[in-house]
T-cell receptor, first 117, second 111 residues
């Protein structure tokens, strides 16, 4: 079946411009995560959507970052007034949430490589 | 504050030998742990998991060990193969919450 897809795969933008990154999770997955991986760094949690609950935005680095998840499916991560330090690979993942002792792993998309010039 | 730590950014191992990747965590509420493998230009893929009710889980050449008292888990790969060369991330989750990832260990298996 189809996995997690992300678009675009690559995005080059100029400093100060806004960008939108899209994630299509696996159908039926109620949990959706955004991470970013900067050069030489690990995975940095950004935001987490679970069903109809309010998202966990605790990882968003600044108010220039926002995300939506429409209809419990597709998600868009928006970065306003991009800065050079925003350059990174942005990864989306989805998972089902089972019983407390049977979590499912996350399935990751291929990522969007963002370059801010 | 990094709740999941992988203190070795890189590891080199000879083909056929054992690779041991380590991960430490600080939150005693974590009850589910996973290892992911990531090749360049690809998203991470799930490798193996363990819940806190176990101390060992084995899947082929991959074994994960959990030491709850030490808040430490490790991934053993034996025998190591050149195709195992990748970045390995450990992740942990408390009940009903997000996953926390380590910063990754880059494994190179030398033919």
């Amino acid at each position: 079946g189809a996995g997690v897809s992300q678009s675009p795969s690559n995005k080059v933008t100029e400093k100060g411009k806004d960008v939108e990154l899209r994630c299509d999770p696996i159908s039926g997955h109620t949990a959706l995560y955004w991470y970013r991986q900067s050069l030489g760094q690990g995975l940095e949690f950004l935001i987490y959507f679970q069903g109809n609950s309010a998202p966990d935005k605790s990882g968003l680095p600044s108010d220039r970052f926002s995300a939506e998840r429409t209809g419990g499916s597709v998600s868009t991560l928006t970065i306003q007034r991009t800065q050079q330090e925003d350059s990174a690979v942005y990864l989306c993942a989805s998972s089902t949430r089972g019983t407390p002792i049977s979590y499912n792993e996350q399935f990751f998309g291929p990522g969007t490589r963002l370059t801010v010039l | 504050d990094q709740q999941v730590k992988q203190n070795s950014p890189s590891l080199s191992v000879q083909e056929g030998r054992i690779s041991i990747l380590n991960c430490d965590y600080t939150n005693s509420m974590f009850d589910y742990f996973l290892w992911y493998k990531k090749y360049p230009a690809e998203g991470p893929t799930f490798l193996i998991s363990i819940s806190s009710i176990k101390d060992k889980n084995e899947d082929g050449r991959f074994t994960v060990f959990l030491n709850k008292s030490a808040k430490h888990l490790s991934l053993h790969i034996v025998p190591s193969q050149p195709g195992d060369s990748a970045v390995y991330f450990c992740a942990a989750s408390p009940p009903g919450d997000q996953f926390y990832f380590g910063t990754g260990t880059s494994l190179t298996v030398i033919p």
